[in-house]
């Protein structure tokens, strides 16, 4: 028998927990590229970050808010939209109304898959600050990530689980440590001033 797992920091704590390394496999997650076209242009002064996930400590949206703030501050012309309900999502409405430049953050639910797709289409950046929960709670690989590098959109995102696997730091996007907001907010304003950086 055989134990299938999603990425190699998976296979490396399963290994850690006890499992013989030579009954691992890592199969991982695929999206159908033919079904993900990128975006031809997008004509708009502000550039808009978008995340989607669910409204948990794991994926970090409070967090994002604040590295939002922090790289708005710097002078990043951009704007937050953001996909995705849950438990935590009062928390991050409550953050985000605290937030200095709270008009430019913009919170659109539960949406079906193809307008969450749409929207990441249409985003210059997808973002998603992915944490390790106080009780352990991880990702495994989000295929989020996934899509909206098949989609053609930069993404910044941390060094976290399976991420690293997905998104090649410097070259599909830009990755920085869990939790550090300082890190990511520059990693947002070093994308939002860059179209170049962007489309590369």
């Keep these: 028998s055989v134990v299938s797992v999603l990425s190699a920091d998976m296979?490396?704590?399963?290994a850690g927990a006890g499992c013989p390394e030579e009954k691992i496999r890592i199969h991982h997650?695929?999206?159908?590229?033919?079904?993900?076209?990128?975006?031809?242009?997008?004509?708009?002064?502000?550039?808009?970050?978008?995340?989607?996930?669910?409204?948990?400590?794991?994926k970090g949206m409070e967090l994002l808010i604040d590295a939002f703030e922090k790289a708005v501050s710097r002078g990043a012309d951009a704007e937050l939209h953001l996909f995705g309900s849950g438990p935590l999502e009062k928390q991050a409405a409550a953050r985000a109304s605290a937030c200095r430049f709270a008009d430019r953050?913009?919170?659109?639910?539960?949406?079906?898959?193809?307008?969450?797709?749409?929207?990441?289409?249409?985003?210059?950046?997808?973002?998603?600050?992915?944490?390790?929960?106080?009780?352990?709670?991880?990702?495994?690989?989000?295929?989020?990530?996934?899509?909206?590098?098949?989609?053609?959109?930069?993404?910044?995102?941390?060094?976290h689980a399976g991420i690293p696997e997905v998104t090649a730091d410097g070259e599909t996007g830009l990755l920085v440590p869990e939790r550090d907001t300082v890190a990511f907010a520059s990693a947002l304003a070093r994308l939002a001033s860059d179209p170049g950086l962007r489309s590369s």
Excluded: N, Q, W, Y
């Design 11 to 14: 296979a490396e704590r399963l």
């Design 29 to 58: 997650l695929a999206v159908d590229t033919e079904a993900l076209t990128p975006a031809t242009a997008r004509a708009r002064a502000r550039v808009r970050i978008v995340s989607a996930g669910r409204f948990v400590e794991k």
């Design 105 to 159: 953050i913009s919170f659109f639910g539960h949406k079906p898959r193809a307008e969450i797709i749409s929207a990441i289409r249409d985003a210059d950046i997808f973002a998603l600050f992915s944490i390790t929960a106080a009780d352990g709670d991880m990702e495994g690989t989000p295929t989020v990530l996934i899509e909206a590098g098949a989609l053609g959109v930069p993404c910044v995102s941390t060094l």
